[in-house]
């Protein structure tokens, strides 16, 4: 059983939506470079390091979608050829690791490991998620009394997002039309 749940594919399709920045229905490296900006831009309070971390992220993220996934070699991904990068976590885990490291280490530029709110939906509307439901998530996410996540949670989170058989997760509040 390797199908993808109706949440899953949701997922996907709104994280292909969001990549695909200058929006001509399909993923290419200029898409990928336009949103490493706009994530490092939202990441000002970072150190070099983490700064870095995510450019390689991303640009492995594209790597590997360019080397496995375009099929037909034309130097651009559409939906069709993206579903098999979350519908095979053996063969794309680690690169999905990698970029959820290297993201939710960006929600952390003090290092004590905590995540305050502002930058959790700083960061996540820079991807292009609906303010509101970065709200949503977060709350799911459970932060303490101080309203923070830990590192380890958004990390976890941005890796069940990717994942093929989760739903009812926080990451599902995504998908959500915003509220009016
Ligand atoms: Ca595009
Ligand atoms: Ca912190």
């Given at each position: 059983?390797?199908?993808?749940?109706?949440?899953?594919?949701?997922?996907?399709?709104?994280?292909?939506?969001?990549?695909?920045?200058?929006?001509?229905?399909?993923?290419?490296?200029?898409?990928?470079?336009?949103?490493?900006?706009?994530?490092?831009?939202?990441?000002?309070?970072?150190?070099?390091?983490?700064?870095?971390?995510?450019?390689?992220?991303?640009?492995?993220?594209?790597?590997?979608?360019?080397?496995?996934?375009?099929?037909?070699?034309d130097?651009?991904?559409?939906?069709?050829?993206?579903?098999?990068?979350?519908?095979?976590?053996?063969?794309?885990?680690?690169?999905?690791?990698?970029?959820?490291?290297?993201?939710?280490?960006?929600?952390?530029?003090?290092?004590?490991?905590?995540?305050?709110?502002?930058?959790?939906?700083?960061l996540?509307?820079?991807?292009?998620?609906?303010?509101?439901?970065?709200?949503?998530?977060?709350?799911?996410f459970?932060?303490?009394?101080?309203?923070?996540?830990?590192?380890?949670?958004?990390?976890?989170?941005?890796?069940d997002?990717?994942?093929?058989?989760?739903?009812?997760?926080?990451?599902?509040?995504?998908?959500?039309?915003?509220?009016?």
């Amino acid at each position: 059983m390797t199908g993808m749940r109706t949440e899953a594919a949701q997922r996907i399709e709104l994280i292909f939506t969001l990549l695909d920045v200058n929006g001509n229905a399909v993923i290419d490296s200029n898409d990928f470079d336009l949103m490493t900006d706009r994530v490092l831009k939202a990441a000002a309070a970072s150190d070099d390091g983490a700064r870095a971390d995510i450019r390689v992220a991303f640009r492995s993220y594209w790597t590997t979608l360019a080397t496995e996934l375009d099929t037909n070699g034309d130097g651009a991904i559409t939906v069709e050829e993206f579903r098999p990068f979350v519908l095979d976590p053996e063969r794309f885990g680690p690169t999905i690791t990698r970029f959820a490291q290297a993201l939710s280490a960006l929600g952390d530029p003090d290092k004590d490991g905590l995540i305050e709110r502002p930058l959790f939906v700083s960061l996540l509307t820079a991807i292009g998620f609906e303010e509101a439901n970065c709200h949503a998530v977060f709350d799911a996410f459970a932060p303490d009394a101080q309203d923070r996540i830990t590192v380890a949670t958004f990390a976890a989170g941005i890796k069940d997002y990717y994942a093929p058989q989760k739903a009812g997760i926080p990451g599902d509040l995504m998908v959500a039309a915003p509220a009016v």
